[in-house]
């Protein structure tokens, strides 16, 4: 393990829903929320003991009005099928709250000096008649036996809204191939504070199990971590396939002065070691609204 590396503390400060990437060549690459929601950054580092003072670049800002020019949140970086896509979600200035998933895409081999362009919001299957129609965000990709899967969260409900994760097969790295198939929703006390919410899905494997955390309730103290399982190779895409745990793998431990610990995404050190990348306050109480309150920092 690399020793400069500290553990369960502030490790890239505000930056929240904290995405890394190692691609083949050893760069680990990151990109996270910004406090201000207006543009989609990036950086990169040979270790990750170097990303913490790696140059941010700004490969993406915020349209001046229509969608995506409010609440840019949660980009994730993924080399899909040979190019470099960035998943993201963003609302409209006239409609704050009208969040969906958009996709960009590098049109070179170098994310950070490459142009990136909007390939629009992520394109549902022929037959999909719901997926992406209401709050939809946290879009994350991945691969099993030759299959793409697209993972995210959307609400549902008439009255009160309800956060599920669902999970569909993918076409190409925008545009799905099947219907939305539910894998979550927030069934137990944990997941039910302040609001019912699963979100932020992200993937690890180990052997043949492949391992799929989510985040749960409000963005406070309550946030934590649950998990879903399921074998490589069985069909991703029935319910059944998964199981769920009946508690949280990471919640608040107040004697670690981390607080509400969510919106994980997976990586390695340069030994190879499974690290987990998610993102923490460290005060119990919040000031103002939680939403806007920029101190939630990227932890490992």
Same mark, same amino acid.
């Given at each position: 393990?690399?020793?400069?590396?500290?553990?369960?503390?502030?490790?890239?400060?505000?930056?929240?829903?904290?995405?890394?990437?190692?691609?083949?060549?050893?760069?680990?690459?990151?990109?996270?929320?910004?406090?201000?929601?207006?543009?989609?950054?990036?950086?990169?580092?040979?270790?990750?003991?170097?990303?913490?003072?790696?140059?941010?670049?700004?490969?993406?800002?915020?349209?001046?009005?229509?969608?995506?020019?409010?609440?840019?949140?949660?980009?994730?970086?993924?080399?899909?099928?040979?190019?470099?896509?960035? @998943?993201? %979600?963003?609302? =409209?200035?006239?409609?704050?709250? $009208?969040?969906?998933?958009?996709? /960009?895409?590098?049109?070179?081999? #170098?994310?950070?000096?490459?142009?990136?362009?909007?390939?629009?919001?992520?394109?549902?299957?022929?037959?999909?008649?719901?997926?992406?129609?209401?709050?939809?965000?946290?879009?994350?990709v991945f691969e099993d036996k030759g299959r793409l899967y697209y993972v995210w969260a959307e609400k549902v409900g008439v009255g009160k809204?309800?956060?599920?994760? @669902?999970? %569909?097969?993918? =076409?190409?790295?925008?545009?799905? $191939?099947?219907?939305?198939?539910? /894998?979550?929703?927030?069934?137990? #006390?944990?997941?039910?504070?302040?609001?019912?919410?699963?979100?932020?899905?992200?993937?690890?494997?180990?052997?043949?199990?492949?391992?799929?955390?989510?985040?749960?309730?409000?963005?406070?103290?309550?946030?934590?971590?649950?998990?879903?399982?399921?074998?490589?190779?069985?069909?991703?895409?029935?319910?059944?396939?998964?199981?769920?745990?009946?508690?949280?793998?990471?919640?608040?431990?107040?004697? $670690?002065?981390?607080?509400?610990?969510?919106?994980?995404?997976?990586?390695?050190?340069?030994?190879?070691?499974?690290?987990?990348?998610?993102?923490?306050?460290?005060?119990?109480?919040?000031?103002?609204?939680?939403?806007?309150?920029?101190?939630?920092?990227?932890?490992?």
């Amino acid at each position: 393990m690399d020793k400069t590396l500290k553990y369960n503390e502030p490790w890239i400060l505000q930056r929240a829903d904290p995405y890394v990437y190692r691609h083949t060549d050893g760069w680990y690459y990151f990109t996270a929320s910004v406090p201000a929601y207006d543009k989609i950054v990036l950086r990169r580092a040979k270790s990750l003991s170097e990303l913490p003072d790696a140059e941010e670049i700004t490969i993406w800002n915020k349209h001046e009005s229509g969608p995506m020019s409010e609440h840019i949140w949660a980009p994730e970086i993924h080399y899909v099928m040979g190019k470099w896509y960035i @998943y993201y %979600a963003g609302g =409209e200035k006239d409609d704050v709250w $009208k969040i969906r998933p958009y996709v /960009l895409e590098c049109q070179g081999q #170098d994310p950070i000096g490459g142009a990136w362009v909007e390939k629009g919001k992520m394109q549902r299957a022929l037959e999909d008649e719901f997926s992406f129609e209401a709050f939809s965000l946290d879009g994350t990709v991945f691969e099993d036996k030759g299959r793409l899967y697209y993972v995210w969260a959307e609400k549902v409900g008439v009255g009160k809204q309800i956060s599920n994760l @669902y999970i %569909a097969e993918l =076409e190409n790295p925008y545009t799905l $191939k099947t219907v939305q198939v539910l /894998l979550t929703t927030p069934d137990y #006390d944990w997941e039910r504070v302040g609001f019912w919410v699963n979100e932020g899905p992200g993937i690890i494997r180990r052997g043949d199990n492949i391992y799929l955390t989510f985040s749960a309730s409000e963005t406070g103290a309550d946030y934590c971590i649950g998990m879903l399982s399921a074998k490589s190779g069985t069909d991703l895409l029935d319910p059944l396939s998964w199981k769920k745990d009946r508690y949280p793998v990471l919640r608040t431990d107040v004697s $670690k002065g981390v607080y509400g610990p969510g919106h994980n995404s997976f990586t390695v050190d340069e030994d190879g070691n499974d690290i987990m990348v998610y993102h923490a306050r460290l005060e119990a109480k919040i000031e103002g609204n939680p939403l806007y309150n920029p101190n939630r920092h990227a932890h490992l």
